[in-house]
Nanobody
Framework: QVQLVESGGGLVQTGGSLRLSCAASGRTFSVYFMGWFRQAPGKEREFVAAIRSIDRGTTYADSVKGRFTISRDNAKNMVYLQMNSLQPEDTAIYSC??????????????????WGQGTQVTVSS
């Protein structure tokens, strides 16, 4: 019954910034991890960042570390992805996912079983 809706994508020049939002609704009490993933045309979906509900701990893919920041506002049931220093290789459809995994260990991609529709991010040269 959990639903996720992404927003904030768009066209930005190299070096620019975007802030993506993911709004969660429904029975969100069972969600313990939220993550951002992306998929470029012709490529597999890849992990970008995740945040843990209990302590707001975060983890990032090496490709975005230092440039992207994931955060959440539990009161608003919102998760954000601040993207800075964007590069053309960041162009992809970005989706947020929810995991009901209860362990502290970061879930694998397949353990994110609730997904939003995605939002397009395009970085021009």
């Amino acid at each position: 019954q959990v639903q996720l809706v992404e927003s904030g994508g768009g066209l930005v020049q190299t070096g620019g910034s975007l802030r993506l939002s993911c709004a969660a609704s429904g029975r969100t009490f069972s969600v313990y991890f939220m993550g951002w993933f992306r998929q470029a045309p012709g490529k597999e979906r890849e992990f970008v960042a995740a945040i843990r509900s209990i302590d707001r701990g975060t983890t990032y893919a090496d490709s975005v570390k230092g440039r992207f920041t994931i955060s959440r506002d539990n009161a608003k049931n919102m998760v954000y992805l601040q993207m800075n220093s964007l590069q053309p290789e960041d162009t992809a459809i970005y989706s947020c996912g929810a995991s009901r995994e209860t362990r502290w260990t970061w879930p694998s991609s397949w353990q994110y079983d609730i997904w939003g529709q995605g939002t397009q991010v395009t970085v021009s040269s």
